[in-house]
T-cell receptor, first 115, second 110 residues
Framework: GAVVSQHPSWVICKSGTSVKIECRSL??????MFWYRQFPKQSLMLMAT?????????EQGVEKDKFLINHASLTLSTLTVTSAHPEDSSFYIC???????????FGPGTRLTVL | TQLLEQSPQFLSIQEGENLTVYCNSS?????LQWYRQEPGEGPVLLVT?????EVKKLKRLTFQFGDARKDSSLHITAAQPGDTGLYLC??????????FGSGTRLLVRP
């Protein structure tokens, strides 16, 4: 149980285009989802916290207009990287929690490469 | 700002050796989690400790939470090549957010 999926697993796009990444909780309802970013050989950095039906809360230094987060249902959150640039190339990972536990269940990640 | 420092940053050892990874902070956490991550994959939860002084064992892995809940350690006995990976500690607070440590990259040579 507690499986989280991400789609796509990898994506390559041209500079200036937008990319949408999906995060789904497959067998449970996720009241809260988190989006992280990880650069090569570094740790995870929290970008934003997303609650179903409300606006995401962004961490300091994360541009909310560039990284659009939508949590429209209890099983789906999306991260859209708008007008992507090469410096946005990174490994993006989501996680999800339920209302009854603070354990975060992580997705397998999405590798974004912006050319 | 809550920070978690891990040491060492990188460790390369021979199969069969023992090792300890440390996770230290000046902040108190309500829980401390340890994850292992392999390249190109998401982190996988190994253990959660919540009580100061708590010790948990998972086969050859021993986890300890400091009495003051500010630090933790992971000890691996008789390391195997399959233990190779990035080990991350993460501190939990009241908001369900996790603060991740800087990470320890372990390489176990056959």
């Amino acid at each position: 149980g507690a499986v989280v999926s991400q789609h796509p697993s990898w994506v390559i796009c041209k500079s200036g285009t937008s990319v949408k990444i999906e995060c789904r909780s497959l067998d449970f309802q996720a009241t809260t989802m988190f989006w992280y970013r990880q650069f090569p050989k570094q740790s995870l950095m929290l970008m934003a916290t997303s609650n179903e039906g409300s606006k995401a809360t962004y961490e300091q230094g994360v541009e909310k207009d560039k990284f659009l987060i939508n949590h429209a249902s209890l099983t789906l959150s999306t991260l859209t990287v708008t007008s992507a640039h090469p410096e946005d190339s990174s490994f993006y990972i989501c996680s999800a929690t339920t209302a009854t536990t603070d354990t975060q269940y992580f997705g397998p990640g999405t590798r974004l490469t912006v050319l | 700002t809550q920070l978690l420092e891990q040491s060492p940053q990188f460790l390369s050892i021979q199969e069969g050796e023992n090792l300890t990874v440390y996770c230290n902070s000046s902040s108190v956490f309500s829980s401390l989690q340890w994850y292992r991550q392999e390249p190109g994959e998401g982190p996988v939860l190994l253990v959660t400790v919540v009580t100061g002084g708590e010790v948990k064992k998972l086969k050859r892995l021993t986890f300890q939470f400091g009495d003051a809940r500010k630090d933790s350690s992971l000890h691996i006995t008789a390391a195997q090549p399959g233990d190779t990976g990035l080990y991350l500690c993460a501190g939990g607070g009241s908001s369900y957010k996790l603060i991740f440590g800087s990470g320890t990259r372990l390489l176990v040579r056959p």
